[in-house]
């Protein structure tokens, strides 16, 4: 069984009504990494999504979530 992790931060950051800057510049990284973030093409550090969810306010696993493949 294949596992990835799929995340809501485009759903989150859309809710919220920030842009991709906005939200780089908040938790400390580029567009461009937000931008793979939300595309699915980057898992983040803990430590990136400790600082996303906590932007969110939200708990780790609301924002990142496993996902089982067969």
């Given amino acids: 069984m294949k596992e990835y992790i799929?995340?809501?931060?485009?759903?989150?950051r859309s809710a919220r009504k920030i842009t991709q800057e906005e939200l780089a510049l908040s938790v400390g990284v580029s567009r461009q990494t937000i931008i793979a973030l939300e595309k699915g093409n980057y898992t983040p550090s803990v430590l990136l999504g400790l600082k996303i969810a906590h932007f969110f306010n939200q708990?780790?696993?609301?924002?990142f979530?496993?996902?089982?493949?067969?």
Avoid at 65 to 70: N, S
């Fill in 65 to 70: 979530i496993i996902t089982y493949e067969k």
């Fill in 59 to 63: 708990p780790l696993e609301k924002v």
């Fill in 6 to 12: 799929r995340n809501e931060v485009s759903k989150l």
